[in-house]
């Protein structure tokens, strides 16, 4: 296997950059962390960790052939690690995976792959035959009125971004439940001007599930990691707040399905949404370092390291059977917006002073651990607030 001492780290204004800069630098790997040069210094937090050894601006990656020039320039003659964790950053590299694995070492789709798992209509047709559970999902057919549309749909049902994250919208953004006709009529044509022909999917009650796998270049799985979302925020449908780790046998082998009829190589978040008594449905892949990311390693499952040995073109072991490599029932949240989720949830519940002090109860709770703030790397955590004071937490998700 090859060796790199050094990695380079892009979209470090993203939260789940952290865990990944904190483990390659546990590791005793020398980081460079980077960031658009019109970001904002104050937001890009990872600048801020001190496992960071060095800090770049780079161009934009919409500046396509002047971020591969800048990281080409960046990776010098040592051969780096380069690890992506914006969507966007993560789509030019794919587009220029030959030329990149040139001057670095790197785990990426191919960028076909990647198309299909980041659209989720082209997600569901590519999962059904292979006997996946998806919801029904349809959208506005050819010489169809929405008002037609509406009529033939059962609901409530969801509205939803093909591609969301492209609009650089959160992920509260990137759908709309809507409970009656008149709220499709009104929803769909608004969310039609922003991108062409969203999906209107079956409404799919019950908690959310993640199956998160490092693939190795022979498309084969490294490292498994299960999480099950606990509270969101915002309540109607947001980011995980609270979370713990979790396995399910059936869901690994439903993703595991999946990302190798993809081929896949590198990291990838499959999400479902159900319950054990009616069963999951699968709602799509996050194919880069996901939002509770930091989860993983706080249950002793080091999914950076994984990724790290995969770009370097260590393969997995073989393994019999599968099986939580780690610890479960570790639970982890991101207190700000925790705390912020605790009157929605008691306007959901019968029970609402009740519910007040058991969830106050587990904000106090030191078992749990904080997805930012970490006892020997606090520098970021206290930006992060302090942004968030300033209104700016919606930019550093």
Known sequence: ????????????????????????????????????????EALSLGFYSKYTSARAHLPA????????????????????????????SLTVLCRNRDEVNVFAHTALPHIDNLIIANDKDRLMLHAKPLGIPCPETTTLRPDESIQALAERITYPAVVKYRQGELLSLGPQDRYQIVQDKTQLMKTFPLMHEKQDYPLVQEYVPGGGF?????FDQNHEPITVFCHQRLREYPVSGGPSCYCRSDWNDALVQYALTLLKSLRWTGVAMVEFKGNPAEGYKLMEINPRFWGSSALAPISGCDITKALYQAALGQQAAPQAKLTPQYRLNRKMR??????????????QSQKPFRYFWRHLGSLLNPAVRDGVFTIDDPRPAFRYFRNALHKRDKIIR
Not at 210 to 214: A, F
Not at 338 to 346: I, R, T, V
Request: net charge positive; charged share 20%.
């Open 1 to 40: 296997m090859d060796n790199a001492k050094r990695v380079i780290v892009t979209d470090v204004r993203y939260r789940m950059a952290l865990p990944v800069i904190r483990s390659l630098g546990k590791m005793g790997l020398n980081v460079t962390c980077t960031d658009p040069a019109e970001t904002p």
């Open 334 to 347: 991101f207190w700000l917006q925790d705390a912020l989720s605790l009157f929605g949830y008691m306007k």
């Open 210 to 214: 993640g199956v998160s796998v490092v």
């Open 61 to 88: 990656p919409s500046m396509e052939q002047d971020f591969i020039g800048a990281l080409r320039k960046l990776s010098g003659t040592d051969k780096p690690v380069i690890i992506p964790v914006g969507m966007e």
